[in-house]
């Protein structure tokens, strides 16, 4: 019963969880035992001050059959080894050069909507974020696989929303159509990404987008991500720099759209501190905050 519940609305279950038993409880699922941990300081040492004495879990088990071993599936210490090469393409002046491809996007997103309009925000963000992270990721490379990428991870991370209990990853591989087509996509996911890193790699093309920069990036003893691990670490980025980006947003609006007091203050204040202010000049303010 509690599966079920679980599976059927798990936000709604963590809130009750939490709401009934405090801000750390446990409770069976699948025949295993799960904690949870709700107060933001009990998740700041599960994910930050105390990681080291955790494992990323079945979820993330499920995670590596999509993205490989990236950033946010690997454990340490190939996760910190990975991290310090990925550090360059995050750097402030790097950010910055991102920024006119984000406004450019947007504009182009959101110039059909029209006052008064409804707009179905989830999917649009959806759309937005995934052509943002696309461009900056592998810029001109992904445009002949742009709707079969976009296609192929929905699918992956509904599945992997959908089967984050342990035991379940045993029908990932059962003749069953809706398991079958999270086989294909994950596969459809790791051919368009490898063949576009072994391609730039083997005619050594240089291009001064996140994939080339990944391409490039060495340590001081001149250590260097493989081809596979340059691949994975991008499928990482896609899902990390798209939906998650995407819920945030789509969850900001919504909230907005609900309290309109703070759409009217954030309006206003918008209008006041970026008026005349240039994209690339914004992205260092924003990323330079303390």
Known sequence: MLTFRFQKDTPGFLRKTRDQFGDCASFFLG???????????????????????????????RMRKVLGTGLLTNEEPIHMRHRRLMQSPFHISKISSYAQTMLGLTRKHIEPWRDGEVVAIGPQMMSLTFDIVADILFGSDISEDTERVQRAMHIAIDRIERTMLPGLDRFDY????????????????????????????RLNIKRDDLLGILIDATTPDGERLSARE???????LILSGH????????????YLSENPQYWAALAAEAEEVLTNVSAEDFALRLFSAP
């Open 31 to 61: 025949g295993q035992l799960f904690i949870g941990a709700f107060a933001p300081e009990m998740v700041h040492e599960v994910t930050v001050s105390k990681q080291h004495s955790f494992i990323k879990g079945v979820g993330f088990e």
């Open 174 to 201: 059962a003749p069953i159509p809706y398991f079958r087509k999270f086989e294909k996509a994950a596969n459809e996911l790791h051919d368009v990404s490898s063949r576009i890193v072994d391609q730039r790699i």
């Open 230 to 236: 340059i691949s994975d670490e991008t499928l990482t």
């Open 243 to 254: 939906e998650t980006t995407a819920n945030v947003l789509t969850w900001t609006f919504s």
